[in-house]
C-alpha cells in the first residue's frame, strides 16, 4: 500500500506563490502505474478536489476554481508529485493532501497527514 508525504507549504502574501511536494513511499516500480491528485481541506469544510495529473504524466485536471493558476505535475523517477500554485489568493488557505485516484478525482486510501497554505491579504 505505502504512504504519501506532503511538503511545501506556507505563509504567503495574496498574489504569491508556492510548489507543493508529495512524495509516495510504495512498493518500487508502482508510483509510475498510478494516477494522483491534489486535494484541500479548509477549516469547517469537507475535502475538496484541485487537480490531478495521469500516472505518465501527460494529462491532466482541474478544478474550475484553478483557473489556470496551478499546474500539476511529477517525476516518476523520483516517486514525486508536484503542485506549482501562481497568484494565490486568500480563499485557497486549506490544508493540501495527496492521493491515488480514481481518474480524473475520486481519492483512494493513500492519505497523508497534508501540508498548510495560508494564503494573507
Known amino acids: 500500500q505505502g504512504r504519501v508525504e506532503e511538503s511545501g507549504g506556507g505563509l504567503v502574501q495574496a498574489g504569491g506563490s508556492l510548489t507543493l511536494s508529495c512524495v509516495a513511499s510504495v512498493e518500487s516500480g508502482t508510483f509510475g502505474g498510478w494516477n494522483f491528485g491534489w486535494f484541500r481541506q479548509a477549516p469547517g469544510k469537507d475535502h475538496e478536489w484541485v487537480a490531478s495529473?495521469?500516472?505518465?504524466?501527460?494529462?491532466?485536471m482541474y478544478a474550475d476554481f484553478v483557473q489556470d493558476r496551478f499546474t500539476v505535475s511529477r517525476d516518476n523517477k523520483k516517486n514525486t508529485m508536484y503542485l506549482r500554485m501562481n497568484n494565490l489568493r486568500v480563499e485557497d488557505t486549506a490544508v493540501y493532501y495527496c492521493n491515488r485516484v480514481m481518474w480524473p478525482r475520486s481519492p483512494r486510501d493513500l492519505w497523508g497527514q497534508g501540508t498548510q497554505v495560508t494564503v494573507a491579504s
Open positions: 495529473v495521469l500516472f505518465d504524466g501527460k494529462g491532466a
